[in-house]
């Protein structure tokens, strides 16, 4: 199996095989880069464009430390660069393609990220988008592998908004034979689109999703509890309105001790404490949120490793 040459815009249009691969190469590459000072430079003389249109801090730093630590250079670009001044969609990847051999876009639209991925000669990854964070979900699937030695038969609980984390943990989940539940209030359900093509997953791979209204359901016996921002990039003058119909979402002590003896916490970060998550639950010894974070970089090792051959 290859990954050749691929892009990565949704994990729904991965098989499992092609996800877990990803995951057992992260594995890999961070127990050889612990141990060995023999560290493989697959990316030397390669350039890797990482173009961010939302704000970013972990995506951004762990992408350009892992180009860099596989001896590629990575070139950092916003809003004020790339797709700047009206230029269209194909001459600015037309033009990029000829500097870089792979591009990483952080955007709004799907679309966006799709329409570069069909101009382009070269890899795309989906650093994130209103539907979608793959690169995310490859980190925490990697962590949840680390902690439990396993992924097939997990059950992890997603409490709060029905959005790009919730629709990615669907697919994730599904891929690697997890149980998914997404507690959500009505309105914030995850994208039709994202929960069919997770179930069209799930049948090869005996995952069970549910999207539920109770997040004291979801949580009852769950190896995982996962939550997000209420309100995502793009979303922040709904802020308030939405704290106010996400209150009874809240991971507190109460509802995690509702998950399983040796049950985690994660969350995708940043975190706003004291809205979807009390301090309580995120500074405890049940949460694994650095470790996820840090991750994120032995994930896009693995991927950019696999992509760029
Ligand atoms: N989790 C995550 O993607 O963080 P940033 O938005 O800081 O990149
Ligand atoms: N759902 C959040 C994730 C941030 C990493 C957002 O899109 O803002």
Redesign the pocket.
Known sequence: MTLEGRDLLSLGDWTSDEVTLVIERAKIQKRMWMQSSNRPRPLADRAVAIIMLK??????VSFEVAVSQLGGTPIVLGADSAFSRNESVRDTVKVLERYCDCIVLRTFDQSHVEEVAQHASVPVINA?TDDY?PC?VLADLLTIEEHFGVLKGLKLAYVGDGNNMANTLLLGGAQVGMDVTIACPPGFEPLKGALDRAQQIAAGTGSALEVERDPREAVAGADIVVTDTWASMGQEAEHDVRVAQFSGYRVDAALMALAKPGGIFMH???AHRGEEVTDEVIDSGQSVVYEE?GN?MRAQKALLSLIMG
């Open positions: 704000p970013s801090m972990r995506t951004r994130l964070h995310q995708c970060l940043p974070a994120r």
